[in-house]
């Protein structure tokens, strides 16, 4: 059975941090490439960070310069760094593999308070 278990989010003020955390099991995790998601209220979900197998990276133009996404494969965890946190950063985040099947976490609450 595959699972993404996330951790991580929560209320933060303005400017401030936080760090999301995704653990998969039942696949084989290096071979997948590895992404984050959010969706906020009233919108369609978003692509806002991709990891591949390779370890290369790509962000949305709204979180360049703010977001880091990284991977452990040891660990079978990425990550989400996210700083400099503003209020429309607002939103359910969602990690995602990809490549054999598309498997979801269950979602992260992210509120950024102005």
């Known amino acids: 059975q595959v699972q993404l278990v996330q951790s991580g989010g929560g209320l933060v003020q303005f400017g401030g941090s936080l760090r999301l955390s995704c653990t998969a099991s039942?696949?084989?995790?290096?071979?997948?490439?590895m992404y984050w998601y959010r969706q906020a209220p009233g919108h369609d979900r978003e692509m806002v960070a991709q990891?591949?197998?390779?370890?290369?990276?790509n962000y949305a133009d709204f979180v360049k310069g703010r977001f880091a996404i990284s991977r452990d494969n040891g660990k079978d965890t990425i990550y989400l760094q996210m700083d400099d946190l503003r209020p429309e950063d607002t939103a359910v985040y969602y990690c995602?593999?990809?490549?054999?099947?598309?498997?979801w976490g269950q979602g992260a609450q992210v509120t950024v308070a102005s």
């Open positions: 995602r593999a990809g490549g054999y099947g598309s498997f």
């Open positions: 039942g696949i084989t995790f290096y071979a997948y490439n």
């Open positions: 990891i591949t197998r390779d370890g290369d990276t």
